[in-house]
């Protein structure tokens, strides 16, 4: 079918041609075809084996040095008829953080994944005759689909039924004027029409931006235009957010620190070997090159970035089940940093479910069918439920309740042409063939409305709009906007002979003024609690909306958004203050009413040149230029087009403002997670460090390549990942906003990192001095069997200690309240393997560790040593607390 030429064919005949209908397709024809022809996307690349992930993680700089020591290593051995051991250990560890990398790597994915699938685009489609809306990867040829102006077209098709559609095919065409589009045949010549001129066809990848229109899809995926241009398009990566950036920057910085170590390790070692008169055979080169890469191993935290991106990833996730979906990583790290929320109301504030609850009219069965005919809503096969935007299904079901529903109202009133509302005009015209004769129907807002009409419907008759009239229609409005209602207003206008001509200037004037419909959208009752939130975690509430002032001022003050209505201000008084002007007022405004897309980014403007992180919602496509402009741009998944999902940081899958609250909450708890988990990396690393050198240095041995290994396999996974689930802290939401330009080491991280690494240090230390004091087995290079197994064991359990110090970086861990029930599981697992290799006699060999194990009291010696680490953090902590650093 993709190679027809549709666009030369009648509506009837394509339809035809692809064995569908004006109802569409029936539910189980659509599932045979998407079966039989597969989804409706363009190719992925192909994800790489797992092996060749594997592989990849051995391209560290790191673990190559790792792996030629094990050879070198086995090889002398070998040489020497001795069992290679620590080359098992090695080759076992490396496997292992190989294995586990892999994994993170594919958990990330798999929730990547799992958000790409909830925030995929839908169409709103004609199944079994009825209005539906689907995924648009389940979209198939001959499906009926309806677009509307923000709505990204889902596959190639031809149009049955267009109103005043205008589409932007720059990505196909490069023509950056959008084109207008017809239903017609474009020739009957059979003639091959340019791509660019196929004014009568939709094409997957481009962009309604005005009117709507009904199309049946004639290809899907790679057999659209789109598909013949990419004949493969790459599964979009996840950019690395700053702070992975930082990270990775901060792993290099670090990579060339300890390689320079090494080498003077090494040569120190040598030099001194020369200066003492000791003899430089293999095995003490090999010696030296081991505690060289022994440095090596402690500094580095391997697991650092892939920890940090899998607790983005979990929090990502975390996310998503709260219904916020996060398309672009950084958001995570931005929310954090938010100070401003400017968010519409209709739907966010509110519940998005409007509902009439004042009229005026001397006649409101003809306020109700106007209302009704001139809609876009429509009735499902239940007679009560209706589909469409919020305000408009409002209406048809103030008409089912008249008893004059829409469906019914179209039998002999059909729709003949129409004038899509837009936000310049803020009006809406349709027009009606009834009886022999052709009546107009025009609703919008009561300014635009009343400065269109000539003539009003006063009990029941036409009458000339007299200043009187229109006096009482104003206070009639100012009533109904007082309690908080939208108020919307309609008019009629009658004609002998179809309209010739179908714009604004020639219909929407010499109007007859019907009446008006008050509506209300309740405030979401979790609402109220979130603007509060907000205020106590520093963040400043803006509402912005297209309602009338006094209607957004009640809310607001319902909301405690605002105090008093000078906070509130119009787009027309916006429009009226220059840039300096608005820079002095802003911050005392908290309400925008009456607001043209304009405006929206001048304000998310305004508040970033003065130094705010900014986030904005937004629904239409107009809202997208504000949405890019923001910090945090919100998309909203109910009512949102895809324009705006497309160019949002983050989707809200409720339209719900608490969610966006929620989602700053949790953005701060992943942020907190990361730094702890980060901060428990490096204090480790630098105790490893740190006793490894100072032992070098001072010529003896306190821990082996290997014993730092099995220590990095627990502490740079496990725990660190355990520390990322952490619950959010009491506090979280009863602090400032971060800067955003903050480093990882704000906020004295870098100091309490200093101390607790030398904390640990100093443990182990002494763990080792304590063993080797009692050790009667030294051997003739002053290797103490006993020391070393003390120190691994001290340092081993100190850092899995530590761990839970970090469950809060200044509170109490005695205060913290529930568990972290992973961390605990970590430290039982860690405390029984170290107990493990070093009690049981074959692994104590493997690892070089005292014969027999630890006695009773030099395992409790090492435990309590171990345990130190708690109480001394506590008591700086304490310190800080009360000094406020």
């Known amino acids: 079918m993709e190679d027809k030429k549709f666009y030369l064919e009648s509506s009837e005949q394509v339809l035809s041609d692809l064995k ?16 039989r022809f597969g989804p409706n996307k363009l190719k992925e690349e192909k994800k790489e084996p797992a092996w060749k992930r594997f592989l990849a993680q051995m391209k560290d700089p790191m673990i190559i040095i790792l792996l030629v020591a094990a ?14 051991y620590d080359t098992f250990i090695i080759l076992f560890v490396v496997i292992v953080n190989a294995i586990l990398g892999v994994v993170q790597e594919s958990k990330a994915e798999a929730a990547i994944e799992a958000l790409k699938k909830m925030a995929g685009a839908t169409t709103r489609t004609v199944r079994n005759g009825e209005t539906v809306i689907i995924q648009s990867t389940d979209l198939v040829a001959g499906d009926v689909i309806l677009l509307e102006a923000g709505d990204a077209v889902p596959a190639d098709g031809r149009i049955l039924e267009s109103a005043s559609l205008k589409v932007e095919e720059a990505a196909l065409t490069g023509e950056s004027v959008p084109v207008e589009k017809i239903s017609d045949v474009l020739s009957d010549k059979g003639e091959d029409v340019a791509l660019g001129d196929r004014r009568n ?65 090494f040569a120190f070692d040598v030099i001194r070997s020369l200066v003492t008169g000791q003899s430089l055979g293999i095995q003490n080169i090999l010696s030296f090159f081991m505690i060289a890469v022994s440095l090596a191993v402690a500094a580095i935290p391997e697991g650092l970035v892939a920890v940090v991106t899998i607790v983005l990833s979990i929090g990502v996730t975390k996310m998503s089940e709260k219904s916020a979906i996060i398309r672009k990583m950084s958001a995570v790290e931005t929310l954090g940093c938010t100070q401003i929320i400017c968010t519409d109301k209709t739907g966010t504030l509110t519940k998005n479910q409007m509902t009439v609850t004042k009229t005026y009219s001397s006649d409101d069965d003809l306020l109700a069918a106007a209302m009704g005919l001139c809609n876009d809503g429509e009735i499902q096969a239940d007679g009560e439920s209706v589909i469409g935007e919020p305000t408009e299904a409002a209406l048809v079901v103030f008409g089912i309740k008249q008893g004059c529903p829409k469906n019914e109202l179209e039998k002999t009133q059909p729709r003949v042409g129409e004038i899509p509302f837009d936000s310049g005009r803020k009006m809406m015209t349709t027009v009606h063939r009834k009886d022999g004769c052709f009546i107009q129907y025009t609703k919008g807002g009561l300014d635009e409305i009343m400065s269109r009409c000539t003539t009003a419907l006063v009990d029941g008759k036409v009458v000339p709009l007299t200043d009187e009239i229109r006096d009482q229609i104003v206070r009639e409005n100012k009533k109904m906007a007082d309690q908080a209602l939208r108020v919307l207003s309609c008019a009629f206008r009658s004609y002998d002979e179809k309209p010739e001509t179908w714009t604004s200037d020639a219909l929407e004037n010499n109007m007859t003024f019907i009446g008006m419909c008050g509506m209300i959208d309740p405030v979401r009752p979790e609402v109220q609690a ?26 607001a003050k319902e909301l405690e958004i605002i105090t008093d209505s000078s906070q509130a201000v119009t787009g027309a008084e916006l429009s009226k203050m220059d840039d300096e002007e608005f820079k002095k007022r802003i911050k005392n405004i908290r309400v925008y009413a009456r607001v043209q897309p304009e405006h929206k980014t001048r304000i998310v403007k305004t508040w970033q040149e003065l130094g705010y992180v900014t986030a904005m919602t937004g629904d239409g496509v107009n809202d997208a230029p504000s949405i890019k402009t923001a910090d945090i741009g919100v998309g909203m998944g109910i009512t949102g087009t895809d324009v705006t999902k497309n160019v949002a940081d983050m989707i809200l899958a409720d339209d719900n403002f608490a969610t966006i609250v929620a989602a700053v909450a949790e953005g701060r708890r992943v942020y907190d997670n990361i730094r702890k988990a980060i901060q428990f990396l490096l204090s480790s690393n ?19 390549p290997t014993h730092l290994l099995f220590i990095n396999l627990i502490t740079d996974c496990f725990p660190a990942l355990a520390l990322g689930v952490e619950e959010p802290e009491k506090n979280i939401m009863d602090r400032e906003p971060r800067k955003k330009n903050d480093g990882i080491f704000a906020g004295g991280m870098a100091f309490d ?3 607790q690494g030398v904390t640990v240090t100093v443990l182990t230390l002494i763990a080792y001095f304590i063993g080797k004091s009692g050790d009667a087995s030294i051997t003739a290079s002053g290797y103490s069997s006993l020391g070393v197994t003390m120190a691994f064991f001290v340092m081993s359990m100190c850092e899995i200690f530590h761990s839970f110090n970090m469950r809060s970086r200044r509170e109490s861990i005695f205060r913290l309240g529930k568990l972290n029930v992973p961390l605990l599981l970590a430290m039982l697992a860690s405390l029984a393997l170290t107990t493990l290799i070093v009690e049981v006699p074959a692994l104590a060999a493997m690892f070089q560790f005292r014969s027999g194990g630890l006695d009773p009291v030099h395992y409790a010696i090492s435990f309590g040593l171990s345990i130190l680490v708690v109480p001394v953090v506590e008591i700086v902590k304490l310190i800080q607390r009360k000094t406020g650093k």
């Open 20 to 35: 569908s209908s004006p109802e569409g397709l029936t539910a189980n024809e659509a599932e045979e075809r998407l079966t």
């Open 71 to 84: 050879f070198i290593s086995a090889v002398l051995d070998v040489y020497q008829g001795t069992v290679p």
């Open 201 to 265: 066809m939709v094409f997957m990848g481009s962009t309604v931006v005005y009117g709507r229109a009904r199309a049946v899809v004639t290809s899907t995926g790679m057999d659209t235009e789109m598909g013949k241009i990419a004949d493969a398009i790459s599964q979009a990566k996840e950019g690395l957010t700053p702070l992975q950036i930082k990270l990775a920057q901060l792993s290099g910085i670090l990579t060339k620190a300890v390689v320079g170590i090494c080498v003077f390790i």
């Open 530 to 555: 979130a603007i509060q939130e907000c205020r106590n975690a520093g963040i400043t509430p803006v509402m912005i909306t297209g309602d009338h002032k006094d209607t957004a001022v009640a809310i």
């Open 686 to 704: 630098m105790a490893e460090v740190l006793s490894v050198f100072f032992a070098s240095v001072m010529g003896f041995t306190v821990l082996l």
């Open 753 to 755: 990192t200093i101390y």
